[in-house]
Structures are given as structure tokens and as C-alpha cells.
């Protein structure tokens, strides 16, 4: 076990026993979204994780300490604290542990804790990519570095075209990070199911994605497994109100010079101020869904594993 890591109780019992847990991302309870609905989701999450048959293990760092399994204080700790709690990435973890600060962690360092702690699938909303201008910028998130290195699947609903999706994908695939369509052959764009970009494979099953999964790790190939799941079509929002509020979002991002971990916080904040709120619900249920696969998927690989 790592020096620097707390696994709770639960979450060790469950991972000796050979039972499904999924991974959750704190960055997304104190940058992602406002406060109460980040401690209200957080909570719900961990809860519809639980009615589909896994453990949820909500990952942060509280005091110094990598945690893979919060306690309800902790989270609204992190919820309440919003913006003053650190958003760790990787190239964070060194300081911040030495310093004894509370972190919250991105999709890389949620992936790097749960890989110590034995944790296989990750479930969050979106993840970082390779962001629009970054040939003049070179703003690139870790995220994809991290998914090119670190044995952990992570379920998300694509990514958005905050992002340019194009060149996120042709990252992965230069890193060699296998993209997965989830009953889908399109990548989802996070508030839509369509970005107009293919994926590199469609999984139609909990099972199949497992096994995918599985094979990756008995070859020994690093690196992790990106599956991105549509939003339900209830919930996904029109394209043309949501591209315009992106782009507006972008344009205030430019003017105002924000830059480095600032910016994809502050791109999600405004995209949430200028569409009301309906942004913020379909987020939410997205999340839910991406957490229900998590469990099932996290279940298949524990048959497969035993
Ligand atoms: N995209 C979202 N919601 C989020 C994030 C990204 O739609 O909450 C968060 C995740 O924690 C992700 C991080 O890992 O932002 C990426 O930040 P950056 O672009 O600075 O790497
Ligand atoms: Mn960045």
C-alpha cells in the first residue's frame, strides 16, 4: 500500500472481496459545479452507484492524504470550499502532499489514486483534451497523458467542444488510448450525443466493455481504456443553444487572458451562466448515467477476474 494513501473500509473490504467499486473525481464537486448542487450530485452518485451493485469510492485529498473513499463531511467540505480547494493534477500531487493541503482531484489524479488503490473503472462527466487554439496555446490536459499511462477504464459522456474534438482524438490515438463508443458509433459531446467525430470502436454491453478492458490489462499494455456514453436523449440539450454558448464562453476566456488550470473551470462556469442553468441539470444526469455502466461494467470485470 502506498505511504500516502487512506482506502476506507469499505472500499478495501470490497476490493479484497473481489466486488465492483467505481472511482469518482472530485474536481467536478468543487470546480464543476456550483454549490449545493455539486454535494447534492456527489451524494446521489455515490448512491446510484450503490443501487446498481457497486461501492462508490470518491477520491480527493484531504490534509496531506491521497483518499480513495470519502466520508459524507468530506465531500461537503469539498463542495462548500468550492474554488479555494486546490484542483490537483499531476504535476500538483508532490506539493500539495508535502505541504498537508486538502486537493481536488482532475480525471489524471483520480486515475492515479485509484490505480494505487486497486480500482479499475472511473466514472465522471467529461474529461480534459486538447483545447481549441492549442496550436498557438499548447493547452493540453493531462487527462490524456494519464490515459495513455495508467491501468484505469474511465466512463464519461465524451467531451466538450470547449474542446477541439478532432484533435483531442488524434492525441489518443497517437497515445494509443482506445476510444469506445457505448452503443454508439459517434462521440458524444457531452450536452449532445453527437459531435459529428467517429470513435474507434462500438460496445453494445457492460460485458463487452469489460472484456475489452480485460485483455488490455492480461497483455500487459499500459495505459487506460476511454468509453464515452451519450447522454440520454431526455436530457441532451440543443446543439445550436449550447454551441453558441460555448463560443461565447471562449470569446470571454480570450479577453479576459485566463490561462493554465483556470481555464477549463472557468469555461464550464460560464457556459452554465449563459444557458441558466439547464446546462447544469442535463450535467447532472449525465453523470448518473455514466455512474450506472461504471457498476455494471465494474461488476463484469470482477467475473472475469475471479
Ligand atoms: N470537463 C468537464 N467537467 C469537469 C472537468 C472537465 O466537463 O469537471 C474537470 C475534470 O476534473 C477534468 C479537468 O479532469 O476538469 C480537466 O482540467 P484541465 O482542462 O485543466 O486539464
Ligand atoms: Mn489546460
Redesign the pocket.
Known amino acids: 500500500m502506498n505511504k500516502y494513501l487512506d482506502v476506507s473500509k469499505e472500499v478495501a473490504e470490497a476490493i479484497a472481496l473481489n466486488r465492483p467499486v467505481v472511482a469518482l473525481?472530485s474536481?467536478?464537486i468543487s470546480?464543476?459545479m456550483p454549490y449545493p448542487q455539486n454535494v447534492e450530485t456527489a451524494l446521489r452518485v455515490e448512491q446510484v452507484i450503490r443501487e446498481s451493485g457497486a461501492v462508490p469510492a470518491t477520491i480527493a485529498i484531504i490534509g496531506g492524504r491521497l483518499k480513495a473513499g470519502l466520508t459524507k463531511e468530506e465531500i461537503e467540505h469539498l463542495g462548500k470550499t468550492g474554488y479555494d480547494v486546490p484542483k490537483v493534477?499531476r504535476r500538483d500531487l508532490p506539493v500539495i502532499l508535502a505541504k498537508g493541503m486538502d486537493g481536488a482531484t482532475?480525471?489524471?489524479t483520480t486515475m492515479i489514486i485509484a490505480a494505487l488503490a486497486g480500482i479499475k473503472i472511473f466514472a465522471t462527466?467529461?474529461?480534459?483534451g486538447v483545447h481549441r487554439g492549442a496550436e498557438t496555446t499548447m493547452d493540453i490536459?493531462?487527462?490524456l497523458e494519464e490515459l495513455a499511462e495508467t491501468p484505469v477504464m474511465v466512463i464519461c459522456a465524451g467531451a466538450?467542444s470547449i474542446l477541439d474534438l478532432g484533435l483531442t482524438l488524434e492525441y489518443l490515438e497517437t497515445k494509443g488510448v482506445p476510444v469506445i463508443g457505448y452503443g454508439t458509433e459517434e462521440l458524444p459531446a457531452?450536452y449532445t450525443g453527437k459531435s459529428g467525430f467517429g470513435v474507434d470502436y462500438r460496445l453494445d454491453t457492460p460485458k463487452e466493455l469489460a472484456q475489452a478492458f480485460h485483455v488490455k490489462q492480461e497483455m500487459g499494455l499500459k495505459g487506460g481504456m476511454l468509453v464515452t456514453n451519450p447522454i440520454p436523449e431526455e436530457f441532451s440539450m440543443d446543439p445550436a443553444v449550447i454551441n453558441k454558448a460555448i463560443d461565447e464562453a471562449i470569446d470571454e476566456s480570450i479577453k479576459q487572458g485566463i490561462h493554465g488550470?483556470e481555464?477549463?473551470p472557468f469555461l464550464?462556469a460560464k457556459v452554465k451562466e449563459l444557458t441558466g442553468g439547464d446546462s447544469l441539470d442535463s450535467n447532472i444526469q449525465l453523470v448518473f448515467n455514466n455512474a450506472r455502466l461504471a457498476a455494471k461494467t465494474a461488476a463484469e470485470l470482477c467475473n472475469l477476474e475471479a
Open positions: 473525481e474536481t467536478i470546480h464543476g493534477s482532475t480525471v489524471t462527466g467529461g474529461i480534459g490536459s493531462a487527462d466538450k457531452f488550470k481555464t477549463t464550464l
